[in-house]
């Protein structure tokens, strides 16, 4: 029994560990948890708990400490590997920090957050192709996906030339999400590179959606029109834009922001200055 109680204590701790900012500054909750270890000492769930609060203050090397006062006092070695692989990468001890996860992992089924933090460590190792592995196998299986994790799997795949995995990374993260901005931009970025212009303009119509003002994202439509190519769409597009800022209202149209985006629009609607070809007499 005091053996299941711990490992559902620790389920907690690790949701504890993720959210610690949200309960109160560093020092207000180690002088909370100070405060019940004088009187339960050798309590291995708060002597945990102090090393996740530690861990999430970067303070690895006292999360260490912590963590194997916690073990010789009754926590199961098992469930802290997680934490101690947490520790150690966080102090760049990677290849120690991979062998803690590696045994996690094989002796977990639900081993999420611990298959993306394996996979910031191999990539820290230069094993980019099980690193990449980690990453999928953690996508796949999580329930609740996050857009800063889409997002940081997608540039580690870029990072490795799979552009299209990435964007298709990105893709599904929206579809699972929905329109996130920063996962609607980081795909437009991506598109854009691979030269999707026609993927690239519906990504700037959603996101135009989602903003207060439309404004850049019309000069951001018309500028991808004219960097795939399409002058006569492009024109249109500067154009709609220069009428739309000119209709404002005076204050409106006077701010900085618009006054720069105005500029831009009717800089692009410039003609092209004609080539001068000066023909030189032969004597």
């Known amino acids: 029994m005091r053996s299941l109680s711990l490992c559902i204590s620790f389920l907690v701790l690790l949701l504890a560990c993720a959210l610690v900012q949200a309960h109160g500054t560093y020092h207000d909750l180690i002088d909370d948890l100070n405060a019940k270890l004088a009187e339960t000492p050798n309590d291995p769930v708060l002597i945990t708990r102090r090393a996740c609060i530690h861990l999430e203050h970067e303070d690895w090397k006292t999360a260490l400490v912590d963590l194997e006062r916690a073990l010789r006092h009754g926590a199961d070695e098992g ?73 940081e799997t997608a540039e580690a795949m870029a990072a490795q030339g799979l552009h299209d995995e990435a964007i298709s990374v990105l893709a599904a993260g929206i579809t699972r999400i929905g329109n996130v901005p920063q996962l609607v931009l980081k795909a437009l970025e991506f598109e854009l590179a691979a030269g999707r212009f026609d993927a690239a303009l519906e990504r700037v119509e959603a996101i135009q959606k989602l903003m207060p003002r439309p404004e850049p994202w019309m000069a951001k439509r018309a500028a991808i029109l004219t960097q795939a190519g399409r002058a006569d769409a492009a024109k249109a597009a500067w154009t709609a834009l220069r009428d739309h800022l000119l209709a404002l209202p005076n204050l409106e149209r006077g701010s900085h922001a618009m006054s720069r985006l105005l500029e831009e629009a009717q800089q692009a609607l410039k003609p092209l200055p004609q080539q001068t070809i000066t023909i030189i007499s032969k004597p």
């Open 79 to 151: 469930e802290l590997g997680y934490l101690r692989g947490r520790a150690l990468a966080s102090g760049g001890l990677h290849e120690a920090a991979r062998e803690e996860f590696d045994r996690y992992i094989a002796t977990h089924t639900e081993a999420g957050m611990a298959r993306l933090e394996r996979a910031r460590v191999l990539g820290k190792l230069g094993m980019h192709e099980a690193s990449l592995n980690d990453y999928r196998a953690f996508l796949k299986a999580a329930t609740q996906m996050e857009p800063e994790f889409v997002i």
